[in-house]
């Protein structure tokens, strides 16, 4: 399985990006997926998941009502819209699959990340 993150760059506070991850593998719609974070010096941190069908979702508190995931199994793509992003979002950004949940450990599938940086 190899996922492909992309869309990061650089933003002004208050701004927006769309973030992609596109699964290079047959069965994806049968995979929750998620985007976690990483800033330097720090720990990867959960940001969001979805579950296979995107019936469900959860997300990290200091993402709640700005960041919004959802998933396209017709094109093997996740999505993440960040808005009223802040200069504590920037981070690497990874897309996981094959897991749904807000422990990195139980990812199994990670992409190479991409990275956001936010300008206050």
């Known amino acids: 399985v190899q996922l492909q993150a992309s869309g990061g760059g650089l933003v002004q506070a208050g701004g927006s990006l769309r973030l992609s991850c596109v699964a290079s593998?047959?069965?994806?719609?049968?995979?929750?997926m998620g985007w976690f974070r990483q800033a330097p010096g720090k720990e990867r941190e959960f940001v969001v998941s979805i579950s296979r069908t995107g019936g469900s979702t959860s997300y990290a508190d200091s993402v709640r009502g700005r960041f919004t995931i959802s998933r396209d199994n017709a094109r093997n793509t996740v999505y993440l819209q960040m808005n009223s992003l802040k200069p504590e979002d920037t981070a690497v950004y990874y897309c996981?699959?094959?897991?749904?949940?807000?422990?990195?450990?139980?990812?199994?599938?990670w992409g190479q990340g991409t990275q956001v940086t936010v300008s206050s």
């Open positions: 593998v047959r069965g994806f719609s049968t995979a929750a």
């Open positions: 996981a699959a094959d897991k749904y949940g807000t422990d990195p450990k139980i990812y199994d599938y």
